[in-house]
């Protein structure tokens, strides 16, 4: 079955630059979510989307944007970058009508030097 | 603050046994959730308990709920090596906004 894919898996930028990371979430799956998981944390819930309208919005940074498209794939847009930003982000889905289930990406590790 | 405080934080076990993990949360919640996550990778989904629900299966996982005691329990039966990893309670306190403890460190010992 379809998982959540997220891209990239690995990146790696400087402080101050931007990043952009992208979530396709499960086909036929409305809503999505992002977290973000320290080292030694455990996940942090940033932002979520529901039929591409921002839906409800935790611990994401002024820095931090995010938006879902028209096909339902989300980016995070992440600018200014610190070394705080360091962590693994996770993009969740889940249909809304359907089960609470959130299924979970791989999750991209963003290391900032 | 932390609303799923999963209990042990840590705990080592033989192949073979039982694992038992504890969670605590604070405010009334739609469902609760179980991940595993194994060493820096992405959760996966164990099993969903409703709020009206009071225990559940799924193979070696059995899930208890105490809406009463704001409390829940995974308990893994026959562990083994791979069930080595984090695992995590989260709650769905509405808006399928999950929120997560701040998991367990389950080690099996073959």
């Known amino acids: 079955a379809a998982g959540v894919i997220q891209s990239p898996r690995h990146l790696i930028k400087e402080k101050r630059e931007t990043a952009t990371l992208k979530c396709y979430p499960i086909p036929r799956h409305d809503t999505v979510y992002w977290y973000q998981q320290g080292p030694g944390q455990d996940p942090q819930f940033l932002i979520s989307?529901?039929?591409?309208?921002?839906?409800d919005k935790g611990s994401i940074p002024d820095r931090f944007s995010a938006q879902q498209f028209s096909d339902y794939h989300s980016e995070l847009n992440m600018s200014s970058l610190e070394l705080g930003d360091s962590a693994l982000y996770f993009c969740a889905s889940s249909l809304r009508t359907n089960t609470d289930t959130q299924y979970f990406g791989p999750g991209t590790r963003l290391t900032v030097l | 603050s932390q609303q799923g405080e999963e209990d042990p934080q840590a705990l080592s076990i033989q192949e073979g046994e039982n694992a038992t993990m504890n969670c605590s949360y604070k405010t009334s919640i739609n469902n609760l959730q179980w991940y595993r996550q194994n060493s820096g990778r992405g959760l996966v989904h164990l099993i969903l308990i409703r709020s009206n629900e009071r225990e559940k299966h799924s193979g070696r996982l059995r899930v208890t709920l105490d809406t009463s005691k704001k409390s829940s329990s995974l308990l893994i039966t026959a562990s083994r090596a791979a069930d080595t990893a984090s695992y995590f309670c989260a709650t769905d306190g509405g808006y399928q906004k999950v929120t997560f403890g701040i998991g367990t460190k389950l080690q099996v010992i073959p």
């Open positions: 989307f529901y039929e591409k309208m921002q839906s």
